[in-house]
Nanobody, 123 residues
Framework: QVQLVESGGGLVQTGGSLRLSCAAS?????????MGWFRQAPGKEREFVAA????????YYAEFVKGRFTISRDNAKNTVYLQMNSLKPEETAVYYC???????????????WGQGTQVTVSS
């Protein structure tokens, strides 16, 4: 079992940047898990943003964030990051990190979730 805690969210202006962190803890090694970032806006479904393999060797991105967002991980620190640049108002949402067996695009493919961190992008 693994526990996940997100941090780094907040209020940012259009075009600004934020760096989200997800700290993991638990009995199982962090490197056993692929990690993903998802977001959910009010009244909308949770959607895939990015994912990274266990070793950090391969990353996957939703088309709408390619070139602007970067996912990375530091297994020595049990932490996954999401660097978000050139943020848009429509990307206002609660951002969640998740741990799973593989880097799937469907939220149901992940076994563990954090509580989320709010990201608000002002117009």
């Amino acid at each position: 079992q693994v526990q996940l805690v997100e941090s780094g969210g907040g209020l940012v202006q259009t075009g600004g940047s934020l760096r989200l962190s997800c700290a993991a803890s638990g009995r199982t090694s962090f490197s056993n898990y692929a990690m993903g970032w998802f977001r959910q806006a009010p009244g909308k479904e949770r959607e895939f943003v990015a994912a990274i393999t266990r070793t950090g060797g391969t990353a996957y991105y939703a088309e709408f964030v390619k070139g602007r967002f970067t996912i990375s991980r530091d297994n020595a620190k049990n932490t996954v990051y999401l660097q978000m640049n050139s943020l848009k108002p429509e990307e206002t949402a609660v951002y969640y990190c998740a741990a799973g067996r593989a880097t799937g695009l469907n939220p149901r493919e992940y076994d563990y979730w954090g509580q989320g961190t709010q990201v608000t992008v002002s117009s």
